[in-house]
C-alpha cells in the first residue's frame, strides 16, 4: 500500500521568505502525484498536478518538483504571504488492490506566514 | 456555478441512528469519490465510483454504504455499525487518471 510522509509537520516563516515542502511515497508506481490546499474547516483547492511523466509545474509564485524514481516531490512557495497559511497535502495517485487507482495523502504540513 | 456540493454542513448522529450525507456535482465527471478526514490524520478513502450504477470500496468501507444512480449524485450513508463515526467527510469527482479531483466543502459528522 502506497504511504505518504509530509516533512514538517509544522512550519511557521515569516512573510517574504521562500521555502520548501517536502513529500516522499514509497511506491513509484504512479499515475500521477497533486499538491492540494485546505483552508481550516474547509475543502481541499488543488494547487498543482504533476505527471509521471513530468520533472515540475508552475503557478504563480509556486512550483513542483517529482522525482518518481526516488519516490520524492517537493513544493516551493516564493515570497510567502499570510494569505499562504493554510495545510498544504500531497496525493500521489496510484493503482488499487480493486483494479482501479486512488489518491493516497500524507498526513500535511500545516504553514503558518506571520506579518 | 459549476462545482461539488454537499449537505449537510455539520450533522448529528444518535447512536444505533443511520445518517446519509449528500454529495451532488455538475462538472459532468464520470468519477466520484468519499473521503474520511480525522484530526492529524491523512484523508482516507471510504467509496469510489468510476462510472453509473458501479462502486467499489475503498480502504475504510465498514460501517459504510453508497449508491450511484445517477451521474450527479453519490450519497454516502453512515450505518449503525460505524462505531466511530466523528469525522469530517469530503466527497471528490474527476474525469480520470490526467486530470485532477475536485473537492466539496465538507460535511462534519458528530455522534449525541
Known amino acids: 500500500k502506497q504511504e505518504v510522509t509530509q516533512i514538517p509537520a509544522a512550519l511557521s516563516v515569516p512573510e517574504g521568505e521562500n521555502l520548501v515542502l517536502n513529500c516522499s511515497f514509497t511506491d513509484s508506481a504512479i499515475y500521477n502525484l497533486q499538491w492540494f490546499r485546505q483552508d481550516p474547516g474547509k475543502g481541499l483547492t488543488s494547487l498543482l498536478l504533476?505527471?509521471?511523466?513530468?520533472r515540475e509545474q508552475t503557478s504563480g509564485r509556486l512550483n513542483a518538483s517529482l522525482d518518481k524514481s526516488s519516490g520524492r516531490s517537493t513544493l516551493y512557495i516564493a515570497a510567502s504571504q499570510p494569505g499562504d497559511s493554510a495545510t498544504y497535502l500531497c496525493a500521489p495517485l496510484s493503482p488499487n488492490s480493486n483494479s482501479g487507482y486512488a489518491l493516497n495523502f500524507g498526513k500535511g504540513t500545516s504553514l503558518l506566514v506571520t506579518p | 456555478d459549476g462545482g461539488i456540493t454537499q449537505s449537510p454542513k455539520y450533522l448529528f448522529r444518535k447512536e444505533g441512528q443511520n445518517v446519509t450525507l449528500s454529495c451532488e456535482q455538475n462538472?459532468?465527471?464520470?468519477?466520484m469519490y468519499w473521503y474520511r478526514q480525522d484530526p492529524g490524520q491523512g484523508l482516507r478513502l471510504i467509496y469510489y465510483?468510476?462510472?453509473?450504477?458501479?462502486?467499489q470500496k475503498g480502504d475504510i468501507a465498514e460501517g459504510y454504504s453508497v449508491s450511484r444512480e445517477k451521474k450527479e449524485s453519490f450519497p454516502l450513508t453512515v450505518t449503525s455499525a460505524q462505531k466511530n463515526p466523528t469525522a469530517f467527510y469530503l466527497c471528490a469527482s474527476g474525469t480520470g487518471l490526467q486530470e485532477t479531483q475536485y473537492f466539496g466543502p465538507g460535511t462534519r459528522l458528530l455522534v449525541l
Open positions: 462538472l459532468n465527471h464520470d468519477a
Open positions: 465510483s468510476q462510472i453509473v450504477n458501479d462502486f
Open positions: 504533476i505527471q509521471s511523466s513530468q
